[in-house]
């Protein structure tokens, strides 16, 4: 009697069953767009849509984009416009007066008046609160005092240049953060159920998995109007690959976070579009200035000279990046014409031997006139792109003799150490949180933060000559008298290189090509959220 | 029964405080800071310090434990650092997503795996033997990331590119218009996206169940009692179904204990690559960013889980072995 | 923990010649399992790779050239396994990763076995309170998915070649000092122990002269089981980030540094994950084969 095995016919019943599945669902499917929705894929989600406490930079574009209205915007040439505040009046050159409009509303309808605009101005800039908004924007903003419902006034601390731009952030609806103590916004549940007044509402946030962002109808039509999209759906992803894949298929149409090595695959598709700006991260080496051999500014200067930074931005970056020499951006209205440090292992050789350090036991590797080798260790964290970076630059440093060790430790780590100034030498980046030239220059380079633990000056550099050029650029009134002292800051930094500057890396995105109005730019990837339409 | 289940559950007690106050030691002796992590670098010192205040990191470690106990004794995990909530919604939320995968992974692990290790143990020294168990090897010598990476690529990204027409999709629990299918739909599509992940889980550590049953069953197959089903003419199919396959089992149910801690090791992975929001990634996540509080609390919620998991097998095995009574 | 073998042909069977130890009844059992011996020659092959690496690599596995130009290339003759993301050869990196992984493996496993025979003996021969203090012990390490620990150290100290290997070391001792308690525990009881012990011998010198030899059968067939599952652990800590620092190769970073592009340039996360997959295999074989070759009750 001839039995049928049980394992053909499970094995042709578990054919089937994959069958069935996977054509019921190839993929995510196209998204024939339902009812106007938008898909948008991320690689991490938001943190708290508060914009006292937030620190996060996607969640501080959602916040100023499409859950809020800020009270200034930047237009394409980076200039300051209005948008919460219908007009301004400066009152001296120490105080600015805002009229606010009168149509922009709450989500539960309350109208957004300048009580609520003093109210997220005090808890700012309340200690209790920690708040980033306030160091980020209100260093130099002394008082509010509200007028009438429409009507506020801000004076400064001291007259300075692009003032308005202290205002580029959004207030929090008073009457419903009132009751939260300033220590306790951080974790309030409005965080992460917002009552907000930007052209979106939160419509539902299911934690690591997807934010839902929904228009509303009646927002203003000068600042914009109702969303292109009736919905936006923001996927997290945090595989790489993975997140690509659903850019190809049609899962995601705008995908937010484009590695370099990624670009070639988007170009390459006829249904997909690479979309790439300048962005507002600086990549940099920093020095332990304090520790040998960084002492000598020659050192400095040769490794910096050693370093090739246009191979490093050929071949990680496919050329998404320019090549950095301070942190001011090239973008920038601001910026001085000084070009970067070039490549020339000629000069790197010619300085370390004139700072005695020599191959003396043809090693290959430098040592000082006490035999000491020129060997430190180069800390970085562990993202891809520092992993990949900091290895290129090791080989680079070699061929002139110095031996950098890596130290590639998970984020956390690495960032006390460079915190606390327990590094040689360390591969960090830099976010520009606003667009005044001024705030990180002096956060890196003023004597005065080389003496605070903590603070951001970790290569503990100071020198008279800088800290007057950036007190100057900081004082001055006009945006013409400024350049004049950054240009001459940079000259200075790049001569005493404190921390040599990598590149600046430009901000990759991909939309799927049916997809309109996506125009990005340094304002922000999510700046133009209210245009973008599946088709 | 019910004593043995009080005792066992009044002994994991002190297992589970024991494992909770390790993880809080060594989450204080670690250099880096919590509060690193929620400030861009530009920050200034005083504000940092007054967020170290508020989140009582400035308190010594005696304090700090006696708090956190406390607490946590009464229900109140406290706050995220990371995603200012309270870390019980934290759980809450990833929870069921691991629960999901682990369940089906454990289902398919234990079928697949007694499937193939009866079909060995039958056809022993057969072919069918021999390439399952060089594949069974292979298998169980698989790292789990490779795997799903391997899994992706195949039947995921290259499938799309090759236009075949079985693939799978590599994230999430459902698609973006989940709320617009009809019920079959929704429930095909969370069926799809469970593939791949399940699918990594289950292959490496079926291949461990295949081998052990495959063993039992071998033992059994020669005992006396099963010649004696033979002798007395019972058809093979009963001999095998019947008597050997039950007693073989018995002992297999022993293996969930032992594989629960490695099914959710491999969740680590599992749920990072394929973008399942539960408690692998968020444990995996609150470690990369130092935040103590749902570290704490989700390695609490593992070794629960595991010893939960041991009692039910323990259980199941009582109630399925006659011999064995628990007073 | 007992698990059955996998392996499809039992040994064949093997008369014992007068006066033969059970070693020279084990290794003439194991000298005709076929698979058992691929495996060792697989482990042969690939601790002879690791140790003369520089011999048996075609490339530095560290030098980087002109990297624009010979970035991410596929297989091809020059490079067998084609190129990573800094044009090094992978079939270079691979072959000194082998260094890594096979060292860390050893290591941790030597760590772990002797921590956890001397547990186990202690708890099975003294019985009483030991007994229950090193199972509760056992128990609460077994307790916690393994890989969550380890990440939680490593992650939160400095990754480090030593680190990884205590740590490993320290969370494997839990299986073997089970299976050695079990061992002891059946062997307390025997005569020639109760023999000794009739003679007044000391407990330390039964434990280790009389024990610990008898179990060491089934220590080391857990010993070499041990170290395929130290190798995949080692390799999950790399791909986490929390392994050896670049520019070393650890075939677990390199599957990492190839996940990113997937797509485009599989062959930098494909080749370093099979080596893992055919190493454990081989550790795998070879454990088996001890097994089945020290079996007692396969003797006829």
């Known amino acids: 009697m001839k039995q049928r095995s049980p394992a053909s016919a499970a094995s042709v019943s578990l054919c089937v069953a994959l069958a069935a599945l996977s054509a019921g669902c190839g993929g995510d499917g196209a998204p024939e767009s339902t009812g106007g929705t938008l898909v948008v894929g991320v690689r991490s989600d938001f943190s708290g849509f508060n914009a006292i406490t937030n620190s996060s930079q996607y969640t501080d574009e959602l916040i100023k984009y499409a859950l809020f209205t800020p009270i200034v915007q930047y237009d394409e040439s980076l200039g300051v416009r209005p948008w919460l505040a219908e007009s301004w009046e400066l009152d001296g050159d120490s105080a600015v007066v805002f009229t606010l409009r009168s149509d922009v509303r709450w989500h539960d309808g309350e109208p957004v008046d300048a009580r609520d605009v003093a109210f997220t101005f005090e808890r700012a800039k309340d200690p209790e609160a920690a708040s980033l908004l306030a160091e980020a924007y209100l260093s130099q903003v002394a008082r509010a005092d509200v007028i009438d419902a429409r009507t506020i006034r801000f004076a400064y601390e001291r007259p300075h240049a692009q003032a308005l731009e202290n205002f580029w952030w959004a207030p929090m609806p008073e009457h419903r953060l009132a009751d939260v103590s300033p220590a306790e916004l951080r974790n309030a549940d409005f965080n992460r159920a917002p009552v907000g007044s930007g052209p979106f509402r939160l419509a539902e946030w299911r934690a690591n998995e997807r934010v839902v962002l929904e228009a509303v109808e009646d927002f203003p039509e000068e600042l914009g109007g ?64 304090l520790r040998e051999p960084f002492t000598d500014a020659r050192v400095r200067r040769a490794l910096g000279y050693a370093i090739n930074r246009e191979e490093i931005i050929a071949a990680l970056l496919e050329g998404h990046g320019a090549p950095a020499v301070s942190p001011i951006p090239p973008w920038s209205p601001l910026a001085p014409a000084v070009e970067p440090l070039p490549h020339d292992t000629a000069a790197a050789d010619r300085l370390l031997e004139e700072a005695g350090w020599l191959d003396r036991d043809g090693d290959g590797v430098r040592e000082s006139e006490n035999g000491a080798p020129l060997r430190f260790t180069l800390l970085t964290s562990d993202r891809a792109l520092n992993r990949a970076v900091v290895e290129v630059v090791q080989s680079h440093l070699r061929r002139v003799g110095a031996d950098a060790r890596l130290q590639v430790t998970e984020f956390q780590t690495m960032l006390a150490q460079f915190r606390s100034r327990e590094y040689d030498a360390a591969f960090a980046n830099w976010v520009l949180d606003n667009f005044q030239v001024g705030t990180a220059p002096f956060a890196l380079f003023h004597s005065s933060q080389a003496e605070i633990a903590g603070s951001a000056n970790r290569t503990s550099y100071g020198t008279p000559a800088a800290d007057s ?41 991909g939309k799927r090509a049916g997809v309109t109005g996506v125009d990005m730019d340094p304002r922000g990837e999510f700046r133009g959220l209210a245009d973008w339409a599946p088709r | 029964m019910t ?75 406290g706050y995220s650092f990371a995603q200012n909530r309270p870390v019980a919604n934290v759980v809450l939320d990833a929870l069921p997503n691991t629960l999901l995968l682990a369940v089906v992974a454990i289902g398919a692990m234990f079928v697949v795996g007694v499937l193939v290790g009866v079909l060995q143990a039958v056809r022993q020294h057969g072919w069918a033997d021999r390439i399952l168990s060089v594949i069974g090897l292979f298998f169980y010598s698989m790292p789990s990331f490779w795997l799903a990476l391997m899994l992706m690529l195949v039947f995921s990204l290259k499938a799309h590119q090759w236009g075949w027409p079985i693939a799978f999709p590599a994230t999430g629990i459902t698609s973006f218009d989940y709320e617009f299918l009809s019920p079959w739909g929704k429930f095909t599509d969370r069926l799809s996206h469970l593939v791949l992940p399940a699918t990594t889980l289950t292959l490496v ?123 | 923990m007992t698990e059955g073998t996998l392996r499809a042909a039992a040994p064949p069977a093997v008369h014992p010649r007068e006066g033969d130890s059970q070693w020279a009844i084990a290794a003439r059992r194991f000298r005709r399992d076929r698979l058992a011996l691929g495996g060792l020659a697989l482990v042969v092959i690939l601790s002879a790779l690791a140790i003369f690496a520089p011999l ?35 079939l270079s990196r691979i072959i000194y990763g082998a260094r890594i992984s096979l060292t860390i493996g050893f290591l941790a496993v ?62 494997q001792w839990p299986g ?96 370093p994950g099979l080596t893992i997959v055919l190493t454990v295999l081989a550790f795998n074989l070879v454990g088996d084969g001890l097994r089945d070759a020290l079996d007692p009750r396969l003797r006829q």
């Not at chain 2, 081998?211 to 007395?232: H, N, P, S």
Request: hydrophobic share 50%.
């Open chain 3, 110 to 171: 030597i760590i772990s076995v002797t921590l956890g025979t001397l547990l186990g003996a202690v708890a099975g021969y003294f019985g009483g309170w030991a007994d229950t203090l090193v199972m509760r012990f056992t128990d609460t390490v077994l307790a916690f998915p393994r890989l969550i620990l380890l990440i939680l150290i490593v992650a939160l100290f400095h990754p480090s070649v030593l680190l990884i290997i205590l740590v490993l070391g320290f969370t």
């Open chain 2, 205 to 327: 550590l079926a291949a461990g169940v295949a081998r052990y049953t495959r063993g039992q069953m071998l033992e059994v197959i020669r005992q006396d009692y099963i010649r004696t089903a033979r002798a007395k003419g019972l058809p093979e199919r009963t001999v095998v179904l019947k008597h050997a396959l039950r007693n073989s089992l018995i002992p297999v149910v022993t293996l969930v204990g032992l594989y629960l801690p490695l099914l959710f090791s491999g969740t680590v992975f599992v749920e990072t690559i394929f973008s399942w929001p539960g408690m692998g990634r968020v444990i995996f996540d609150a470690i990369s960013q130092r935040d103590a509080p749902v570290i704490m609390a989700t390695s609490f919620v593992f070794a629960t889980l595991v010893v939960i998991g041991n009692l039910l097998a323990d259980v199941l095995y009582a109630v399925v072995d006659p011999r064995i009574r628990y007073d």
């Open chain 3, 56 to 90: 048996a690599a075609p490339y530095d596995p560290i030098a980087q050239h002109d990297i624009v130009a010979t970035s991410l290339q596929p297989p091809s003759p020059a490079h067998a396994l084609g190129t990573d993301l800094f044009g090094r050869d992978v």
């Open chain 1, 469 to 509: 050029l950036l007190e100057a650029g900081r004082a001055a009134v006009t945006p013409e008298d400024a350049a004049v002292f950054w240009a001459d800051f940079v000259r200075l930094l790049k001569e005493d290189q404190p921390a040599t500057f990598m590149f600046w890396l430009d901000e990759l995105a």
């Open chain 2, 3 to 77: 004593g043995f289940i009080t005792r066992r559950v009044l002994g994991a007690i002190p297992l589970l405080l024991a494992v909770a106050t390790l993880i809080f030691i060594v989450l204080d002796l670690a250099p880096g800071d919590p509060a690193a992590q929620y400030f861009n670098p530009n920050v200034p010192p005083e504000v940092y310090e007054q967020l170290r205040r508020n989140l009582g990191l400035d308190q010594p470690l005696a304090t700090r434990y006696g708090k956190w106990l406390g607490s946590f004794l009464t229900g109140d995990f």
């Open chain 1, 226 to 289: 109702r969303p292109s999209a009736e919905r936006v759906v923001i996927r997290v992803i945090p595989e790489a690959a993975t997140r690509l894949t659903e850019l190809v298929t049609g899962g995601i149409h705008v995908d937010i976070d484009v590695a370099p090595d990624q670009t070639d695959q988007i170009e390459a598709s006829p249904d997909l579009e690479l979309l790439s700006f300048p962005g507002r991260t600086v990549y940099f080496v920093a020095w332990n200035n």
């Open chain 3, 176 to 271: 073997t000092a089970r299976i050695v308690r079990g061992e002891v525990l059946s062997l307390r009881e025997r005569e020639f122990i109760q023999a000794a012990r009739a003679l007044g011998f000391g407990r330390a010198r039964i434990i280790l002269r009389h024990i610990v030899p008898n179990v060491l059968g089934p220590v080391i067939v857990a010993a070499t089981l041990g170290i395929g599952n130290t190798i995949v652990l080692e390799a999950g800590l790399s791909f986490l980030g929390l392994g050896v620092q670049p520019p070393m190769p650890s075939w677990g970073s390199m599957v990492a540094d190839g996940r990113g592009n997937l797509i485009g340039a599989w062959w930098v996360a494909t080749f």
